[in-house]
């Protein structure tokens, strides 16, 4: 089985490999201010077609990305979660990007809980990190229930050199004892 055909199922979400019938929601997601405060700004249609296409090509090239992550109950396009490493990054991030509608429902600690046992289970990672803004209280937020914690200021490469980050996180160790019932 090709990684592009990987599946994970919880719950309430599916997350999967991105489609192209997923571009209109990510679309969505790039046009809205709120929802792309954090993560560069919004984006034109077809500089977004761009940045879709970036996932896919993650997945091909490196054997893993951001998954798309998929509302079962209405089929949706809701979010990009999971493992994310580009060129010159401060770690192996599990990061996330999830529509405004999809705001405030637990979706993001459930998907991301996933992408990280498969990061640690699959890749065979040793750490995770979450590159936040420091104004980002949302991320923040859901890095805690993740059970990151800020590890400090990073640093991404150019041309996002001037962004202000916090790099937070946690080791694989930290991640399956948490787990583990007590």
């Known amino acids: 089985m090709s990684r592009l055909d990987t599946r994970i199922e919880t719950p309430r979400l599916l997350l999967r490999v991105q489609r192209e019938e997923d571009f209109p929601y990510f679309a969505e997601l790039q046009a809205d201010e ?84 498969w990061a640690f289970d699959t890749l065979g990672w040793s750490n995770v990190i979450h590159s936040i803004d420091p104004e980002n209280l949302a991320s923040q937020e859901l890095a805690r229930r993740l059970g990151s914690r800020n590890l400090g200021p990073g640093k991404l490469p150019a041309p996002f050199e001037e962004v202000p980050i916090d790099i937070w996180g946690q080791s694989r160790e930290e991640w399956f004892a948490r787990k583990q019932p007590k």
């Open 34 to 117: 709120e929802a792309c405060r954090y993560i560069g700004g919004t984006s034109p249609r077809a500089a977004a077609w761009r940045k879709f296409l970036q996932m896919p090509g993650a997945w091909v090239l490196q054997g893993f990305g951001m998954f798309a992550v998929i509302e079962k109950s209405s089929g949706e396009w809701i979010g990009n979660i999971g493992p994310w490493q580009p060129e010159g990054w401060p770690g192996t991030e599990i990061g996330w990007a999830l529509r405004r509608a999809a705001w405030g429902k637990g979706y993001g600690v459930e998907a991301a809980s996933a992408a990280m046992d």
